[in-house]
């Protein structure tokens, strides 16, 4: 802890753990409507278990904005810590819930809470990382929002071999545990006198970042080509294990762990290839990271057909590993992609804006599909996304044009 060019992968690793249960603790829930509804009969409704999943997203959209400002102007260790020991907290408290209305109330909390980690998570690993390793670094953290995802997907496992009530309770408890851990090894750079960012003293007017970045006409194109794969990226998380399910003939025991570990274990591969290729293609050409990200897009628009129209378990796995790292390569580039057109001061916001309209294409794409599955067309509506991702790509080439490897306000 001692040695500073040894402390930004340290911080990496602290920060994969919080991405982990970040992931985890939002995911399981989309594999263990079997055995709620069991207790909690509004379930049995796949209507109302989209409401469940979407007042998250809208609640967490709302919130990213908001996170990324604070996160820009006040000590982000104990903004992460505080954010991780409230969400865990939630999530133990839902283990007790007894009424569909306790669980809407819980999934809403839980998006306040979580979006706060996200934006400040990556700006401090921005912070730390230079262009030659950012790629790599933010690529390896978010993979433990993947392996996170993979783990939630065994939450339908323990809740058939325990209860849905254990689930909740002992990863709760597990969030709560690693924040006080992070209280001892978590630093900030803020903390530093090296800090890249402004002082105190020196610190914006709230809404000047808002100002600046909604006033650059690159960075709505940053956020329309974020926004529109993030589309299927939620459908995949939330509606997956219900398509293989239904699809597959399978209990969901077996298609929640199928369709979690095929995508997000083929995304830890995406994210760390991308990392490496991104991060030694920016070296060479200014548009390495959105070439790289691309690259993942494209990937993808095959795996949604084959997730779409493939029957068998063959299908299922190979849609599903496609996917997953073509949109690691997607996920681990997008960071460093705004960092090549907004400077630090104002990154956290700036990914708060990111998250916000990535998460309401989230919400309405899982509120769409819950609608979708009462009658009868999941897969249809899967098979569409793939046209929209052909759109994210085009206006990716088209307009995203850096000038710079790592902006820096003059």
């Not at 982000?76 to 283990?95: P, Y």
Request: aromatic content about 12%; hydrophobic content about 50%; overall charge positive.
């Amino acid at each position: 802890m001692n040695h500073p060019s040894r402390y930004p992968w340290v911080l990496v690793g602290l920060l994969w753990v919080v991405a982990l249960l970040n992931y985890m603790d939002r995911q399981m829930l989309a594999t263990m409507r079997p055995s709620m509804q069991v207790d909690i009969a509004d379930l049995q409704l796949a209507t109302n278990f989209g409401r469940l999943m979407a007042i998250f997203l809208w609640v967490y959209a709302l919130m990213s904005p908001v996170a990324g400002m604070i996160g820009d102007r006040v000590n982000r260790k104990w903004l992460i810590i505080g954010s991780l020991f409230v969400w865990s907290g939630v999530t133990f408290a839902m283990g007790y819930a007894t009424t569909f209305t306790q669980l809407y109330v819980l999934r809403a909390l839980m998006g306040i809470s979580e979006a706060l980690y996200m934006p400040v998570g990556l700006a401090m690993i921005a912070d730390f990382h230079s262009a030659r390793t950012r790629s790599l670094a933010v690529g390896i953290h978010l993979t433990g929002n993947y392996m996170g995802q993979a783990l939630g997907g065994f939450g339908a496992t323990i809740a058939d071999e325990f209860s849905w009530h254990t689930a909740f309770q002992s990863f709760g408890l597990t969030g709560m545990v690693y924040a006080l851990i992070l209280m001892v090894f978590l630093k900030d750079k803020n903390s530093h006198k090296d800090t890249i960012q402004p002082s105190a003293t020196e610190t914006p007017p709230l809404f000047k970042g808002l100002g600046v970045l909604l006033g650059d006409v690159s960075f709505w194109f940053i956020l329309f080509y974020f926004a529109v794969p993030s589309l299927p990226g939620w459908a995949i998380k939330n509606w997956l294990p219900t398509l293989f399910a239904d699809k597959l003939g399978i209990e969901m025991a077996q298609a929640g762990p199928l369709a979690t570990i095929t995508t997000s274990l083929s995304s830890l591969l995406g994210l760390i290839i991308g990392g490496i290729v991104s991060d030694r293609w920016l070296q060479r050409h200014l548009r390495g990271r959105i070439y790289t990200s691309v690259l993942g897009l494209s990937l993808t628009i095959p795996a949604l057909l084959l997730i779409a129209y493939g029957s068998s378990l063959g299908h299922a796995i190979a849609a599903g590993i496609c996917f997953g790292f073509g949109f690691g390569l997607f996920d681990g580039n997008n960071m460093p992609i705004l960092c090549q057109f907004v400077s630090a001061k104002y990154r956290a916001t700036g990914y708060g804006l990111m998250n916000m309209v990535g998460i309401m294409a989230g919400a309405f794409i899982t509120d769409w599909l819950g609608k979708s599955t009462d009658k009868g067309n999941l897969a249809a509506d899967f098979a569409l996304l793939a046209g929209v991702v052909g759109v994210a790509i085009v206006v990716q080439l088209m307009f995203l044009k850096p000038k710079t490897k790592d902006f820096v306000e003059e």
